[in-house]
């Protein structure tokens, strides 16, 4: 989907910026699962994480500080370190020539950096300026259900509820979850430090700073994102993030209005061929997506359970 | 709130069915808290827990087998032993002259059976016929937060997504949840008995059977039960229903249109000082309830957070 000469017809050099953390752990396995075309692969990390040694398909790779030097030559930046990394190097990255896709938040409203999930708008890629962002987690799995629903009736208003597990606040707070469970099951109080509150048989509001208008940081990313994504500006859209004590994978209960009457089972057809979904449902065994279905794997599971009329 | 002579003006005889679950256990407690007006407490349950030894007031109390004779001179029965024990002793209770306060779904929707939760509609109680039903825990918790807003401005569209303990399907799931978290945490793979899929760092769509319109049982309890205590047969209302790893403490992300604007700090106000909830809201801190603030409390945690006009 992408155009033709998006890149150069030959493996590229590409560089992952935070290569240590857990997406950047991520990356660097889905890389190789894919056979991405690499002549050359800069793992960059803080200084804290520089000489640790990473497995590279059946060799391994030295992390390096980031730096200056360490983008010549390299013409793609997978950038997963934090957003205000990204806002210091991004400069640099494009004018060493490479291009940016930064999974961070720095630079996803702006109005010249596409935001883009590769099943939803693939075209948004092409006016890109040196960064191409990658949204939030749970608006990915969001967009990808409503894109081809959307193409077929207007949204009216959207409702969601997420369940996010502790893999999106990092490999230290999936950690921290394990550790406080064991304290919890021990009949000791757990102290949290990774996250706000101890997660161990626990849920709470996502960890992210309240907004003015009384909702947290990772809500309106999920209402902005998905509006930009959708090109639908002005789209009625409510989002509750709760942070769930599960390790891996985000859930989420969503309710959509549609201007005109949808019948479930043309919904149902529309989500079972769409790209990046994976439809479960069992009405007869009450078997439908749980986080351990997609647990290291790639596809968004759904169904079209209690799609009813209220 | 009750009518005053609602019950005679003596210490009662009661009966508890059930006894020895999950339930009853707290119902023991409830009652010793409150200091119940009781002359004689029965302990009743199947023949598979008669003989249990149950703490009472410094005493204690052995568990008996149901049987009609169990409940000659009982005053009030509280029920929680499941709809089918529920149905089979109703008769047999309400001829021994007691009133049965039932927590099973059994008689919920009956037309002839009040259903209660005493902070929203107590004067239902006036009309019973020998059975007082109390609903189901998801609709208790909604109802509390629905009644005071609901009293101000006309609901037009609710829609609730659910976080369940383990504790709503009983004792012997909040152990297995604790047994087969301690089966993840060593690295291996968790395999349930009582409930249907591993709730261990995982969550499921609750865990009752589906019905025609592909809701699960309890999300249309909550449905219909709801309508019936707030007295809205018609309300347009949505659940999803999830089944989360936390031991006790059901939690629920609830959206509410109204006919006419609603100022969120008028609605605030009116939770602020509603029969049965508790305000827990601090922006600045990002804090919010979570179930290990209600566990082993009475008051309904709640907070105005996300209140918006999306």
Known sequence: MLPISFFPDRPLTVAVLGASGAVGQELLQLLQERSFPICELRLLASARSAGHVEPWNGSSLVVQEVSEAAFEGVDLVLASAGGSVSRQWRQVINSAGALMIDNSSAFRMDADVPLVVPEVNPEAVAEHQGVIANPNCTTILLTLVLAPLAARRALRRVVVSTYQSASGAGARAMEELKQLTQVVLAGETPCSEV??????????????????????????????????????????????????????????????EFDEPFPVEEARQLLKVAAGLELIEDF????????????????????SHSAGHQ
């Open 284 to 303: 007869e065994q009450n078997r439908f997506p749980m986080p351990t279905d997609v647990t290291d794997r790639d596809p968004v599971a759904v169904a």
């Open 195 to 256: 996250l706000p509150h101890s997660l161990a048989f626990n849920l709470f509001l996502h960890n992210s700073p309240l907004m003015a208008n009384s909702y947290c940081e990772e809500e309106m990313k999920m209402v902005n994102e998905t509006r930009k994504i959708m090109g639908l500006p002005d789209l009625r859209f409510t989002a509750t993030c709760v942070r769930v004590p599960v390790l891996r994978a985000h859930s989420e209960a969503v309710n959509i």
